[in-house]
């Protein structure tokens, strides 16, 4: 009798169970997964993307063209009050794919430098991080572009992807993003302003703006798109983890022309303002930037400059939708778009991010799940970046790792209306003379935020101020308001303290605050 035959066949049998069976690192449990057991997800983030958005009307006075997420938007679900953990990329990003929130993770403030630093902070030293939670249960990890912190040739090129954690990453896990092409030096560095003053420095520097003079598909935004297009139009084997990043439009504001003609500087209508808007707030020491703005008269460049880059991410996006509608996957994935936080526009006496104010915190949020949400549905109750990590774990059908800070937004898929905790936004200040800490509370009326470093708190009520003008923390009418918002911070930060006069503010007997020798710009 030939035992070899039989024999051969049992290892032939391992060698493909071992092909098929995949061991849940963090659970022990063997995943056994094909591309129609568990649904794929799309997950697309678009970098500085405030609530400007057409769907979302952030600036009333201004139409900036989204036609493709405004399309997405009405086919979805879209969370109206949806805010980032942090103000700025590199904090924001950790925390929403580590799922800890970096006020508890003491990852507050921008950290450069190449590799995945964010390992060396303590508590996200082993946390598995919310690709790594799919591929550790059989997912195939796929990513382009911006996701995790990085910076794009030609600047210096780095990039804070975890390579194990990626099947494959265009154009690298090392270097996450394709060369950027710049506008001609004469575009973005006019003799008409001072360019010895302009904040960033002077030539290669990132804070810029005007038309490149290439089309679109030169753009390295497209070269993303082009991947995942690609990877949209290939049969997988077992349900992916898609990932891919737009990089506009996050400065430099620069794109092609055509992006341009759609906004003539004569038709740009700057953001509403308030003049000495910070006398009752914290001065975030960027007022210089806005400043250098305004007095080389470009304010109206930059608006034009960014609605620009929204309109040109916009048509990247329309072309990754348009092939994962057209694909076999569409009945099968949640779709997930995101911005990892929001842009001042001279608001705040600010250009750019950096705030816990509701123009650098507020974003766009949507989601797709197929069977579960509802074309055209929306919520407007207060909700976090960090619950995407435990949402999209319960949309597949896992168990969530215990060490997740977010709430699963699967209730409010279900049910709009359904009532949501406050959230919370964090940054370290590093404009300041000193570094300042911030913590700001988002509930669906208020936002509280507190400075523990020089005691000051801040109080809006978006239902008579929308524009976060007036700082109504210290009248007495707000006491209890104070207290509950206080409460949320507790419960995150349990070692957080109070003391009742705030560093350099005075404080009237009607509850008026004030900035100590404030200086009117």
Avoid at 3 to 14: A, D, F, H, N
Avoid at 79 to 102: D, K, S
């Amino acid at each position: 009798m030939d035992t070899q035959e039989p024999r051969r066949t049992q290892i032939l049998k391992l060698l493909l169970l071992a092909g098929l069976v995949l061991l849940d690192t963090t659970t022990g449990n063997a995943q056994v997964l094909s591309a129609t057991t568990k649904p794929n997800i799309l997950f697309i983030a678009v970098d500085d993307l405030n609530d400007w958005a057409g769907f979302m009307n952030g600036h009333p006075d201004m139409t900036i063209q989204t036609p493709n997420l405004d399309r997405l938007a009405a086919s979805s679900m879209v969370f109206t009050n949806a805010h980032t953990p942090a103000p700025a990329c590199a904090p924001a990003r950790t925390a929403i794919l580590t799922g800890v929130h970096h006020a508890r993770s003491g990852a507050e403030n921008v950290f450069w430098g190449d590799e995945p630093k964010w390992r060396e902070f303590e508590t996200l030293r082993n946390v598995e991080t919310l690709e790594q939670f799919f591929k550790n249960r059989g997912y195939k990890t796929l990513g382009a572009g911006k996701i995790y912190h990085s910076q794009a040739p030609p600047w210096a090129p780095t990039s804070q992807v975890e390579p194990a954690n990626w099947d494959f990453y265009y154009p690298s896990s090392y270097i996450s993003h394709p060369f950027q092409i710049r506008a001609p030096n004469e575009v973005i560095y006019p003799p008409t302003v001072n360019n010895t003053t302009r904040p960033g420095g002077g030539e290669g520097s990132w804070w810029t703006w005007g038309p490149v003079t290439v089309p679109d598909e030169k753009m390295a935004d497209y070269h993303v798109v082009d991947w995942a297009r690609y990877q949209l139009g290939q049969n997988h084997d077992r349900p992916f983890f898609l990932a891919m990043g737009i990089w506009k439009p996050h400065d430099p504001w620069e794109v092609p022309q055509k992006y341009f003609d759609l906004y003539p500087l004569e038709d740009i209508i700057l953001p509403v303002t308030k003049k000495d808007d910070l006398e009752d707030a914290f001065d975030h020491g960027r007022r210089w930037i806005h400043q250098w703005v305004v007095d080389n008269k470009q304010w109206k460049q930059v608006v034009q400059s960014y609605a620009a880059s929204i309109t040109f991410a916009d048509a990247m996006l329309g072309r990754v939708l348009e092939s994962f509608e057209n694909s076999e996957h569409v009945q099968n994935t949640i779709l997930v778009v995101w911005s990892d936080h929001g842009m001042h526009m001279g608001e705040k006496e600010n250009i750019e991010k950096f705030t816990l104010w509701e123009r650098s915190t507020r974003v766009p949020l949507i989601v797709s799940a197929p069977g579960i949400t509802q074309a055209g549905a929306s919520s407007d109750q207060p909700v976090s970046l960090m619950d995407l990590y435990p949402t999209l774990v319960d949309l597949a059908g896992f168990n969530r790792p215990s060490h997740l800070d977010g709430t699963s937004l699967v209730p409010q898929l279900n049910d709009p209306d359904a009532e949501t905790p406050p959230v919370v936004t964090s940054y370290q200040f590093s404009w300041t003379d000193e570094p300042v800490v911030g913590h700001a509370v988002r509930s669906k009326q208020y936002r509280y935020i507190y400075y523990p470093d020089i005691n000051l708190e801040e109080l809006y009520d978006h239902e008579n101020d929308p524009h976060e003008w007036d700082n109504v923390a210290y009248k007495v009418i707000n006491k209890q308001i104070i207290r509950d918002h206080r409460q949320v911070l507790e419960a995150i930060l349990p070692d957080l303290t109070w003391t009742d006069d705030p560093k350099g503010y005075s404080i009237d007997r009607d509850g008026n605050v004030r900035k100590i020798g404030f200086v009117s710009y």
